[in-house]
């Protein structure tokens, strides 16, 4: 049976499920995420350091999206924030959802005491949401990733390995899992050797920076942790500053794009699969 050209592209545009993960500072950024979204209109929204009351939803919902989930991670300006996955009810039909349980090890107590003096009280956070994808029926997972701004990337992989461990999915069904991971610029082999134990790929791979700093505190204003780190990271590793991520499996890439967003100290990264 012949398909016009035009149809044909139409019908594989809709056999693709694209992505868009970001951290919002502070919900800063999800109150100007139109702009984002007026131009690629992405499936599935990953937000993180998102205000999670019905406000802010409605907000987003607004542009043609529904909530999934959300889970709260953090108490700041006296606002509750945490990671929020919403979709298009066009393309995914929703099906469950769940908090992951990453477990406590030992070294977590350590970085404890630099976490009340700098004032972070972000604990780690994945949520886990299941999807049908409406037109190839296929069942997707996707995590949304929140990991500890102050601590070691050991620790970072040991969260992700144990929440990874309880999903118990099948190693070819389609996962994806991504986020602010905070993994620091290095141990990078250590992050790929985890995640390739569980079939898992890097869709960012091809982008090198996902957050930014500025002296002026232009994008944001700065707590005593970043004012005494900013030196450091503007000499250093501004270049390659890298905290947010994509993995995935059972799915084709098509592309990654930064996108280059003025909204955030980061930068929104949206993700385009085959399903």
């Given at each position: 049976m012949f398909i016009p050209l035009r149809d044909s592209i139409q019908y594989n545009i809709l056999m693709n499920?694209?992505?868009?993960?970001?951290?919002?500072?502070?919900?800063?950024?999800?109150?100007?995420?139109?702009?984002?979204?007026?131009?690629?209109?992405?499936?599935?929204?990953?937000?993180?350091?998102?205000?999670?009351?019905?406000?802010?939803?409605?907000?987003?919902?607004?542009?043609?999206?529904?909530?999934?989930?959300?889970?709260?991670?953090?108490?700041?300006?006296?606002?509750?924030?945490?990671?929020?996955?919403?979709f298009n009810p066009k393309t995914l039909v929703y099906k469950d959802s769940f908090t992951l349980n990453m477990g406590t090890n030992f070294g977590e107590y350590f970085f404890y005491l630099f976490q009340v003096i700098l004032g972070y009280n972000k604990p780690k956070t994945i949520l886990r949401t299941d999807f049908v994808h409406r037109?190839?029926?296929?069942?997707?997972?996707?995590?949304?990733?929140?990991?500890?701004?102050?601590?070691?990337n050991e620790q970072r992989i040991k969260h992700i390995n144990n929440a990874l461990k309880s999903i118990n999915l099948f190693k070819k069904e389609p996962l994806i899992i991504v986020g602010d991971f905070n993994y620091l610029p290095y141990k990078r082999k250590g992050l790929e050797k985890m995640m390739a134990k569980y079939g898992l790929r890097e869709a960012t791979a091809n982008i090198r920076q996902t957050i930014k700093f500025t002296t002026d505190g232009?994008?944001?204003?700065?707590?005593?942790?970043?004012?005494?780190?900013?030196?450091?990271?503007?000499?250093?590793?501004?270049?390659?500053t890298k905290t947010d991520y994509s993995f995935y499996r059972g799915l084709k890439l098509i592309k990654t794009e930064r996108i280059e967003s003025q909204t955030s100290d980061h930068y929104p990264i949206i993700s385009t699969f085959e399903i």
């Open positions: 499920l694209s992505l868009l993960t970001y951290n919002t500072l502070f919900n800063n950024a999800a109150n100007k995420i139109n702009l984002v979204i007026d131009k690629y209109h992405p499936d599935i929204v990953c937000l993180q350091e998102a205000l999670t009351n019905n406000s802010n939803v409605k907000n987003i919902e607004k542009f043609g999206y529904k909530i999934a989930d959300y889970s709260n991670s953090f108490v700041k300006f006296g606002k509750i924030f945490g990671v929020i996955t919403f037109l190839t029926k296929k069942r997707v997972s996707v995590c949304n990733v929140h990991l500890y701004v102050i601590g070691s232009k994008f944001e204003k700065f707590n005593l942790f970043q004012r005494l780190t900013l030196p450091f990271v503007n000499k250093f590793i501004i270049k390659q």
